[in-house]
């Protein structure tokens, strides 16, 4: 190790993407600082719904979301919540995601997901064992579940992307959904069960279990905002806002929803905005269920926790700046109790940031300003779900090999190149 490069990583966010990436670097041995100014997994990866989600190829993104985008953006009762200044401000990204929902860019999107999720196991499972943390995942399956026909004939094509894509399921009916989940009240038509389906029992915990890991086996932890990157032939300088800076031969941003505010490193440039979820929580009440059930007319799902039933979803476009919705908050408990009945006022609520990319696309890979800082965020939904094969990939590039399949749908040049 030589003094001027004193790491051979250094890794900016530690959510679920950019833990992972740290522990698969110390794991193979690599000298690893690892740096965020939050308590590891306290931002998205905090409060998502902790479902390992290998059947999510299917992106938000859909040919029918034209028809159906009044009442998305009008209705009530609209999983989808838009603060119109912040969108018109932000046109160009919003013209990028319906230029990638054409029917041809939506199934080849579906693929490049699919192939990505196919490797989960071989990414988390190493991490799980390591850290010891096999108490926190249930392996109980997921159910998704739609309320009317209409509903379950309108996304033919997402259950024949998810079987063109090697995922596992059964079809159910309304009677079969209930004898699993006695405790649903919503209206059930059919629903899909991905029986090998894992959830976390708690998100944060299994990201602290990750910490502890990384700490107790070398790894550097350095609770700070990082300010500036800058890239040269011997490696990369961290600045920090106190005027302190690190070194490191490469690095690694993965500070998801907020990458773009890291000058230097490349990422000003990218279209990464930001999906706002929100969760309520009802605590003692996550016996309810046995498994987490997705309600696709809703655009939420219902998980239980350690902490209780979580609610968890929506998506609303507003920014990092805003805080936490009223409305969306509302939403969910509305649809909490359709669900299960009157739960009474949930015991929390909580606001978090997707990084979201307008092709549901993360981008994995060497920043187009140098190849000594690599790009891993812009997950979306499953950052959680992709967090541990990504820290492998991230690994393999840190250590300059190229990985065991092709990842490069996830360039992060690739909208530079279109």
Known sequence: MKDDTPFDLAVVGAGAVGMACAMWARMRGLSVLLIDENLPGSGASYGNAGTIATYACVPVNSPGIIKFLPSLLFSSESPLGIDWRYALANMPWLLAFLR????????????????????????????????????????????????????????????????????????????????????????????????????????????????????????????????RTMAGNAGVTIELPDGRTCKARKAVIAAGAHAKAIAGAGTSGLPLDTERGHHVLYKDRGGLISRPVGWADGGLYATPMAGGLRIAGTVEIAGLDKPKSPGRIAYLTRKSHEMFGDLGVPDEDWLGFRPTMPDALPVIGPSPTSDRIIHAFGHQHIGLTLGGITGRIVADLAEGRVPNFDISAFDPGRFSKR
């Open 100 to 227: 990638n929902c054409s029917a041809s860019r939506v199934h080849t999107i579906c693929d490049q997901l699919g192939d990505l999720l196919s490797h989960t196991d071989a990414g988390l499972d190493p991490l799980i064992d390591e850290a010891g943390a096999g108490d926190l995942m249930v392996t109980n399956g997921c159910l998704y579940v739609y309320s009317t026909e209409a509903g379950f004939a309108a996304a033919g094509n997402d259950t024949e992307a998810r079987r063109r894509n090697g995922v596992e399921f059964d079809i159910l009916d309304a009677d079969a959904i209930r004898a699993l989940e006695p405790a649903l009240k919503m209206p059930l038509h059919k629903g899909l069960l991905f029986s090998g389906a894992r959830h976390v029992r708690d998100p944060q915990a299994l990201i602290m279990r990750f910490h502890d890991w990384f700490t107790g086996n070398g790894g550097i932890w350095l609770q700070s905002r990082v300010s």
